[in-house]
């Protein structure tokens, strides 16, 4: 099978905006809240991403809901959700 980098990124944008911060009714991906999703061969992905704000009560359901959702793309083997509060 090919791996179409840009295909898998494309299917896991379509999946982060699915996922949203309970307090507001906007999804991540559009938030602007995804600094940088790394895919590799390998099916691995890397995901950067910060918070509405860094108390934010819900940061590990969000961090999980993108994780679990991330990996049940087609063609990721593994996601790695790092949270950076930089740039603000």
Not at 16 to 41: A, C, H, M, R
Not at 44 to 60: E, F, K, Q, W
Not at 63 to 86: P, W, Y
Request: hydrophobic share 45%; glycine share 4%.
């Amino acid at each position: 099978m090919d791996f179409d980098k840009f295909a898998i990124e494309e299917r896991i944008i379509a999946m982060l905006k699915t996922v949203f911060d309970p307090e507001i009714p906007v999804n991540v991906y559009d938030l602007g809240l995804i600094y940088k999703i790394d895919v590799e061969e390998s099916g691995t992905v890397s995901i950067d991403m910060t918070l509405t704000a860094p108390n934010c009560p819900a940061a590990d359901f969000i961090m999980e809901d993108v994780r679990q959702k991330v990996e049940s793309v087609q063609g990721v083997t593994a996601a790695t959700i790092n949270l950076v509060f930089e740039p603000e």
